[in-house]
Structures are given as C-alpha cells and as structure tokens.
C-alpha cells in the first residue's frame, strides 16, 4: 500500500465510523494503522506487541481486543477464525456493503487475501446450503492453502536439490 492509498483508507476510515455515529479515537486509528501496515493478518497480542513497540504509551491486550471489536463492528476489519488473526477489509473504499466474504490464507508465508465474489460463487454456494436445510453460522469463508508465491519457492527448492 502506497502513501496516498494509506491516505485515502485513513480518510475513509474515519467518515466510516462517523456515518455510523462513532469516532475513531487515537487509539483506534493507531491498531487500525498497523494492521494496514502489516501485509498479513495478525493476532491481538501480535498488534499489542507492535502497538507497544511503536507508540510510548502502552497498551494492554484486553483494550487491543475491544478495539478491534469496534473496527469489525463498522466494517473495517475482518476476524479470521481459523487464525484467530485479524485483517482489514480490502473492500471498505469501495463504499458498499459485502455480506459474504471469502479470504483465502498461505499456510506456509501466513499471507490473507480477501477476494472479490465478482461471479458470485459464494453466494450460489450459501443458497445452496440453505437449500439443504443448513444454516451457515456465519457469512465469511476461509480457505487455507498455499499461495502462488510459496508454491514457486517449493518448487524452485526441488529443482535445486534435484541439480
């Protein structure tokens, strides 16, 4: 993420949390700006360990906790389950609203990717479930594997042992 687009999710952070009649504190915006530093998900204690090391004032895990409840409430961030980590939205510029997220995560470099459900597969495969009497408990898919660039790293690996 370059200088302007940090600008520009800063900005919108903010008129996101007033449209919903809430501030975006110091403290907020500060967790808010590591993880959009980060490039990966992190945990709560792994953004208080940072948060702490960056700023003078230090925070406690438990506030770094309800924080990020209130940027998952106003849409800002997501919470990985399987990870247990924490991401921000990369949709939130767009101004609109997505029911149904779908992250993909490398098991191997512990990168997340929120992806776009442009053709709406996710959705097709909620109805399906609800279809077949299921109730998802929640609207989020998370799909673990191993991404392309870790893929070319093994694969790179092998041919040099093989030589």
């Known amino acids: 993420m370059n200088k302007q687009q940090f600008k520009e999710m800063m900005g919108f952070a903010i008129k996101r949390c007033e449209a919903f009649e809430k501030k975006l504190t110091p403290k907020r915006q500060q967790v808010f700006e590591i993880l959009l530093k980060a490039n990966k998900p992190l945990s ?5 360990d940072q948060f702490n090391k960056q700023i003078n004032t230090p925070i ?8 990020l409840g209130f940027l998952e409430s106003v849409g800002l961030v997501h919470r990985l ?3 247990n ?10 101004d609109r609203e997505h029911q149904l997220s779908m ?4 098991s191997s470099c512990n990168k997340a990717s929120e992806v776009n459900d442009l053709n ?8 399906e ?12 898919l998370e799909i673990s594997g191993v991404c392309f660039g870790c ?13």
């Open 129 to 140: 479930l609800k279809m077949k009497g299921f109730t998802p408990a929640t609207s989020q």
């Open 120 to 127: 709406n597969s996710v959705k097709s495969l909620f109805r």
């Open 60 to 67: 406690l895990a438990m506030s770094v906790y309800r924080i």
């Open 151 to 163: 893929q070319q790293s093994t694969a790179n690996t092998i041919k040099k042992k093989d030589k």
């Open 85 to 94: 980590k924490f991401i921000p939205c990369s949709y939130v510029n767009d």
């Open 81 to 83: 389950k399987l990870e």
């Open 44 to 48: 709560a204690y792994e953004l208080t």
């Open 103 to 106: 992250f993909l995560i490398c």
